[in-house]
């Protein structure tokens, strides 16, 4: 009987072995959650410390009314999957922006943005390039995708070397390639050509855009990495 016990250990023992051993070299990370119940330790101000004036965290939701300072997390992230709810008020307009380094006034002079928006009322949502799951300004997002305000969308962000990929509300709408031909080609032809370092940056901050008016609140966001 204890030999059959030992031989059973060891079996295991060996296909758990064989199990670690196929798994990928940059498997992903552990999710980690990116907001607690009644405070957001992980964000700061883009102009400061801590959370700016106008910012509210309660019962695990960020939230804001009106215009506010940026949201940027205090750690940087290269390879990352992120995921959250969202949902903005009537006319709502905010986004999240990734690789966001410091050298500019605003996070969004050098880090893409993922656009949350209000579709049906917001003047941005008139133009597919600026709408909900758009990388704004630059690769547009399919229409009837985004749920109306007040309404929570989940979006994933899936950001690995060159390659990016935005997902609203389990179906993937934008996909494209940094640093690639057609990537320079738009971003020569759009507002953000003014800045060199747009784009550029390997590692970064993940942003959330607070400046713009509206109700803005995000739930479960979480974060992992792909490294």
Known sequence: MMKS???LLMTSMLLATSVLLSLPAGAAGAWRSLLEEQSAPAWRGWKGPGLPAGWHVAGGVLSKEGPVDDLV???RFGDFELELDWKVGREGNSGIFYRGTPEYDHIY???PEYQLLDDENA???KNRLTAAGSAYGLYPSPAGVVH?????NHSRLIVKGTHVEHWLNGRKVVEYEL???DWKQRVAASKFAKYPQYG???TGMIGLQGDHPGVLAIRRIRVRDLN
């Open 148 to 152: 109306p305000h007040d309404h929570w």
């Open 109 to 111: 002079w050098s880090g």
């Open 200 to 202: 550029l940056a390997a």
């Open 73 to 75: 997390t205090n750690e």
């Open 123 to 125: 003047p941005d949502g």
């Open 5 to 7: 016990v030992s031989g």
């Open 179 to 181: 640093q690639s031909a």
